[in-house]
């Protein structure tokens, strides 16, 4: 960034990034509120719509669509129906991807099916899924029909990657696939994670802020890098948590997922202790116990996977901040392009 002052790659302003996060997830809550309905089937259906929502969560996802839409000449109010929209339908998918995985809690709660049992939670997603699409059409009225039939084919487009990377990490596991390279594992993390996470909001707001006059496709660049960075240290801290934390501890060995580090230690451990890994990954989760889970954590210290993982976090942060300063090498630095260009290194920096 040169055009009116270049920032440093430096620790982040906790303080500042966090700020930013609570401003525009409140304004994201507040808007979020008009769209949950209070009605019946309260208790079989809208209880469980609020559900999730409710519990809190980072708020990246709204928040940087919010962000880019201002840093590209909207306001925060021209942008806050599309963040909805995006932390709905995230929401949505949290309920699936909690029953597919068998997970026992998110954010630091019981999930949702947990509580309520499967089909009540599937039908909950679903509804979620549809409410999602509420407030695209408001963008109608405040956007103009041009712009808002741009971000529905957005939506349609990231939907459809997120739904294509789910289906792969899920089949790895079904099939027990033990021969995925790193470079498959990215693949299946650029649809699954980096649409939703990062380039489908950078995108959204640009088209926003910036009504054509800027490429969106370089930001699917930016989002790839920053989203797999996201996801790899989402990854770590499942196994080496902080403070906070509100996921199952080891649950992503306890599901059997394809990660980086499982990745890096079917390639680099001892035969013996290979083929002990391959039938862990073989078998159900149920039969998944606290002593071979134990066994695989000690197993990605040894062969020195987490470490592993850091490292290429750490290349993926390098390069979305150099691929974010090129974008953005002619515009002002504004406190919303701050913010942007800190998140792509407190993604590494955080600890839940």
Same mark, same amino acid.
């Given at each position: *960034?040169?055009?009116?002052?270049?920032?440093?790659?430096?620790?982040?302003?906790?303080?500042?990034?966090?700020? *930013?996060?609570?401003?525009?997830?409140?304004?994201?809550?507040?808007?979020?509120?008009?769209?949950? +309905?209070?009605?019946? !089937?309260?208790?079989?259906?809208?209880?469980?719509?609020?559900?999730?929502?409710?519990?809190?969560?980072?708020?990246?996802?709204?928040?940087?669509?919010?962000?880019?839409?201002?840093?590209?000449?909207?306001?925060? &109010?021209?942008?806050?129906?599309?963040?909805?929209?995006?932390?709905?339908?995230?929401?949505?998918?949290?309920?699936?991807?909690?029953?597919?995985?068998?997970?026992?809690?998110?954010?630091?709660?019981?999930?949702?099916?947990?509580?309520?049992?499967?089909?009540?939670?599937?039908? #909950?997603?679903?509804?979620?899924?549809?409410?999602?699409?509420? !407030?695209?059409?408001?963008?109608?009225?405040?956007?103009?029909?041009?712009?808002?039939?741009?971000?529905?084919?957005?939506?349609?487009?990231?939907?459809?990657?997120?739904?294509?990377?789910?289906?792969?990490?899920?089949?790895?596991?079904?099939?027990?696939?033990?021969?995925?390279?790193?470079?498959?594992?990215?693949? *299946?993390?650029?649809?699954?994670?980096?649409?939703?996470?990062?380039?489908?909001?950078?995108?959204?707001?640009?088209?926003?802020?910036?009504?054509?006059?800027?490429?969106?496709? !370089?930001?699917?660049?930016?989002?790839?890098?920053?989203?797999?960075?996201?996801?790899?240290?989402?990854?770590?801290?499942?196994?080496?948590?902080? +403070?906070?934390?509100?996921?199952?501890?080891?649950?992503?060995?306890?599901?059997?997922?394809?990660?980086?580090?499982?990745?890096?230690?079917?390639?680099?451990?001892?035969? &013996?202790?290979?083929?002990?890994?391959?039938?862990?990954?073989?078998?159900?989760?149920?039969?998944?116990?606290?002593?071979?889970?134990?066994?695989?954590?000690?197993?990605?210290?040894?062969?020195?996977?987490?470490?592993?993982?850091?490292?290429?976090?750490?290349?993926?942060?390098?390069? #979305?901040?150099?691929?974010?300063?090129?974008?953005?090498?002619?515009? +002002?630095?504004?406190?919303?392009?701050?913010? *942007?260009?800190?998140?792509?290194?407190?993604?590494?920096?955080?600890?839940?």
């Amino acid at each position: *960034m040169t055009s009116t002052g270049a920032l440093s790659i430096e620790r982040v302003d906790d303080a500042f990034v966090q700020d *930013m996060l609570d401003e525009y997830g409140e304004l994201t809550r507040t808007q979020m509120r008009h769209y949950l +309905p209070r009605q019946e !089937p309260r208790s079989y259906l809208y209880d469980l719509l609020a559900d999730y929502p409710a519990r809190g969560g980072k708020m990246l996802r709204s928040s940087l669509c919010i962000a880019m839409a201002r840093a590209t000449g909207a306001s925060a &109010d021209d942008a806050v129906a599309s963040a909805v929209s995006i932390e709905l339908l995230h929401n949505a998918l949290l309920v699936h991807d909690d029953i597919e995985d068998a997970s026992d809690e998110r954010r630091g709660t019981p999930t949702l099916h947990a509580l309520h049992g499967i089909p009540l939670a599937i039908n #909950a997603g679903d509804a979620m899924g549809l409410l999602s699409l509420r !407030p695209l059409k408001d963008n109608l009225h405040r956007l103009g029909i041009a712009t808002a039939l741009r971000i529905f084919e957005e939506t349609e487009r990231m939907a459809w990657e997120s739904t294509e990377g789910q289906a792969l990490e899920l089949g790895w596991q079904r099939d027990n696939r033990v021969d995925v390279r790193e470079e498959d594992y990215l693949k *299946m993390v650029l649809q699954k994670t980096c649409w939703l996470a990062a380039i489908h909001p950078l995108r959204v707001g640009c088209l926003i802020g910036a009504r054509g006059r800027l490429p969106l496709d !370089p930001l699917i660049h930016v989002g790839f890098f920053f989203g797999a960075a996201f996801q790899i240290q989402d990854d770590i801290l499942n196994l080496c948590p902080g +403070p906070g934390y509100g996921k199952e501890l080891d649950g992503d060995l306890y599901e059997g997922k394809r990660t980086l580090m499982i990745i890096h230690a079917l390639r680099t451990a001892v035969a &013996d202790e290979r083929r002990r890994l391959v039938d862990f990954l073989g078998l159900v989760r149920s039969a998944r116990g606290p002593d071979d889970v134990a066994w695989v954590h000690a197993l990605l210290e040894r062969v020195g996977a987490i470490d592993h993982a850091r490292t290429v976090a750490s290349a993926l942060g390098g390069a #979305a901040l150099f691929e974010f300063d090129q974008y953005f090498a002619r515009r +002002p630095v504004t406190r919303d392009v701050r913010f *942007m260009r800190s998140l792509l290194t407190w993604v590494l920096q955080r600890t839940h």
